[in-house]
């Protein structure tokens, strides 16, 4: 069955730390990849999508992702996070042949301290 | 982009009562999609609302228990039936544009409370 893994379900770092979540999917076919997040309270937003071409994309505040074919990863970056980045983050993957369906992971949480 | 709302944003409800929740979106797009997020855990996809016709179920949801309606591109309800506590959770409506490779965008959700 088509899955979608984060293996970091609670991190904690403090500010200016860099940060680093992994997201692996289970497919070798075409994909596209999503990193979605949650701020305590509010609702999801898109922060960063890969579809094709660079596999280095970049999102909104800073975040960026790398799709790793090989490795069926697509990790989600931040060299220097900020208190404001505490949410919960889920990485959603699009499974071709299935008709626009997300697939999301079981999300990690990042706590960012001052 | 597309901005979507859900009324009601929570509601407390008995045990064998239902709850209907609207989603409306201010743009017609493509497709709707209706979740189930439990709390501090990921979301679980119930169905894809199709217009005009059934909604397409996922494994482990039936029409029976939670019944769809979209009647047009930008708008569709969801009822939760026969409510027990274990349906207590957060029930998000979200939406995707032509052409959006599995770009959807989310509403605030409605947390649903059953004693």
């Known amino acids: 069955a088509q899955s979608v893994s984060q293996h970091n379900h609670h991190v904690i770092l403090s500010e200016a730390a860099s940060l680093e979540l992994g997201c692996n999917y289970s497919y070798g076919g075409t994909v596209n990849l999503f990193w979605y997040v949650q701020y305590p309270g509010q609702h999801l937003q898109l922060l960063l999508k890969?579809?094709?071409?660079?596999?280095l994309v970049k999102g909104i505040k800073g975040f960026e992702a790398e799709f790793i074919k090989s490795k069926f990863s697509f990790n989600l970056r931040k060299p220097s996070v900020q208190w404001s980045d505490t949410a919960e983050y889920f990485c959603?993957?699009?499974?071709?042949?299935?008709?626009?369906?997300?697939?999301f992971g079981t999300g990690t949480r990042l706590q960012v301290t001052l | 982009s597309a901005v979507i709302s859900q009324k009601p944003s929570r509601d407390i409800c008995q045990r064998g009562t239902s709850l209907t929740i609207q989603c409306q979106v201010d743009?017609?797009?493509?497709?709707m999609f209706w979740y189930r997020q439990q709390p501090g855990q990921s979301l679980t996809l119930i169905a894809t609302?199709?217009?005009?016709?059934?909604?397409?179920?996922e494994s482990g949801f039936v029409i029976d228990k939670f019944p769809i309606s979209r009647p047009n591109l930008t708008f569709s309800t969801l009822t939760v039936s026969n409510l027990s506590p274990e349906d207590s959770s957060i029930y998000l409506c979200?939406?995707?544009?032509?052409?959006?490779?599995?770009?959807?965008?989310f509403g605030p959700g409605t947390r649903l409370t059953v004693l």
């Open positions: 959603a993957v699009r499974f071709t042949g299935t008709a626009s369906k997300l697939t």
């Open positions: 743009s017609q797009v493509t497709m």
């Open positions: 609302a199709n217009q005009g016709s059934e909604a397409t179920y």
């Open positions: 979200s939406a995707e544009k032509a052409g959006g490779r599995g770009e959807q965008f």
């Open positions: 890969y579809f094709s071409g660079d596999p």
